[in-house]
Nanobody
Framework: QAQLVESGGGLVQAGGSLRLSCLDS????????IGWFRQVPGKEREFVAA????????VYADSVKGRFTISRDNAKNTVYLQMNSLKPEDAAVYYC?????????????????WGQGTQVTVSS
């Protein structure tokens, strides 16, 4: 089963920045919108951001709007999540997946190719 691969997580101080990457090495999800979600233990996976294949359509969760930027480089089969002004509440495992609905869904159900996730830890 095809999976996307997340990377770039780590430990950062509050106010700092990280850039996450989501690689589709097999180009399985070529032309699919890609979304980022995050999850903390004991809670549901939460929508963060999504981007269309062209990059012209983007949606963000209200909690990250103005601090996070999603982008993609289709030549590199990679979607990025630039996270600035990080807060302790941003700490989570971050996942990317491909949106089967094509509508930049904020729900998990239509997404495919979930990776193993990358851990983001924010110290206060």
């Amino acid at each position: 089963q095809a999976q996307l691969v997340e990377s770039g997580g780590g430990l950062v101080q509050a106010g700092g920045s990280l850039r996450l990457s989501c690689l589709d090495s097999g180009r399985t999800f070529y032309r699919w919108p890609i979304g980022w979600f995050r999850q903390v233990p004991g809670k549901e996976r939460e929508f963060v951001a999504a981007i269309s294949w062209s990059g012209r359509n983007i949606v963000y969760a209200d909690s990250v709007k103005g601090r996070f930027t999603i982008s993609r480089d289709n030549a590199k089969n990679t979607v990025y999540l630039q996270m600035n002004s990080l807060k302790p509440e941003d700490a989570a495992v971050y996942y990317c997946a491909a949106d089967g609905s094509g509508d930049l869904s904020r729900e998990q159900r239509p997404y495919r190719g979930w990776g193993q996730g990358t851990q983001v830890t924010v110290s206060s």
